[in-house]
């Protein structure tokens, strides 16, 4: 019955944003998910909207409570985080773009992530921990 009680604890705690996890004596718990706190931040967003090149960036904010902000349009919006996956959902229905999470950021220009939007553009983004972009 203990061991349930910490698993339980431990499912509280991950919805809350923080690491939690069962492990066997000695060994560093496992996350059950991985903490918002490890995923937010500012980041430098490069698009390139229907193979138009890479010449538009912006500043995006992933705040630990899930939302999402834009430095240059002023879009808001939402975010969520899954097995090193993100999904960025603009409120003005503007674009969804799709990641993978790395240490410096989502994706790269080798491997860059995707993005639509509601007027069924495509196109391909990644994004750079920072704050400094020419929002173009």
């Given at each position: 019955m203990r061991r349930m009680r910490i698993a339980v604890a431990g499912l509280f705690a991950a919805g809350l944003g923080i690491a939690?996890?069962?492990?066997?004596?000695?060994?560093?718990?496992?996350?059950?998910?991985?903490?918002?706190?490890?995923?937010?931040?500012?980041?430098?967003?490069?698009?390139?909207?229907?193979?138009?090149?890479?010449?538009?960036?912006f500043g995006m904010t992933l705040n630990s409570d899930g939302t999402a902000s834009s430095s240059c349009a002023g879009d808001t919006g939402v975010w969520s985080y899954s097995h090193h996956k993100v999904t960025v959902n603009w409120d003005s229905g503007v674009a969804l773009y799709l990641g993978k999470k790395h240490k410096s950021g989502f994706d790269s220009l080798k491997k860059p992530g995707t993005?639509?939007?509601?007027?069924?553009?495509?196109?391909l983004w990644y994004a750079t921990s920072g704050t400094t972009s020419n929002c173009s």
């Open positions: 939690g996890g069962v492990g066997v004596a000695g060994a560093a718990p496992a996350p059950l998910i991985t903490p918002a706190a490890s995923v937010a931040g500012s980041y430098v967003v490069q698009v390139n909207w229907d193979n138009g090149g890479w010449g538009s960036n993005m639509s939007n509601n007027a069924g553009d495509s196109g």
